[in-house]
């Protein structure tokens, strides 16, 4: 059994790679490294417990338990979603769906527009004569889908 305090170069590099991995997930997050860092973590503890091991054999491993991690997340928490209290968070949007607004542009061929707050944003709907009531019943992409409130 190998020493936890060992500092030969190949626990150096795992414990290297690891944290670098980790560290790196802080500075691009996306929840992609730290998987990866999670495996190089393994394999150090591996390295340490089991010190004979070829270095061919460590690469097959890593590249084993980095798949077996990502597949854990992507199965288990990733499809399982995190609950929210509030689901339209950064999608304004659709927080806007249900609002009752005054037509700013007449809606011509499909198009008009409306203010919210110190905002424009195109609506599409009906043609509909400017100030006119309409209430937003759906959004695609940046468009406010509308209808005669």
Known sequence: MGDLFD??????????????????????????LIWLGLAAGAMLLLVVFVPDL?????????????FAI?????????RTGIATTQPLLNRRAAQ???????????????RGRIRIGDAFWQVEGPDLPEGTRVRIVGVVSTVLQVEPA
């Open 7 to 32: 500092f030969r170069p190949v626990v150096i590099f795992w414990a290297c790679l690891a944290l670098g991995l980790i560290a790196l997930e802080t500075l691009v997050p996306g929840a992609a």
């Open 54 to 66: 070829p270095v061919f054999w460590q690469a097959v491993l890593f590249v084993l338990l980095s």
């Open 70 to 78: 990502v597949y854990v997340y992507w199965r288990r928490l990733r």
């Open 96 to 110: 806007l769906v249900g609002q009752v607004h005054v037509l700013e542009r007449a809606i011509e061929n499909g």
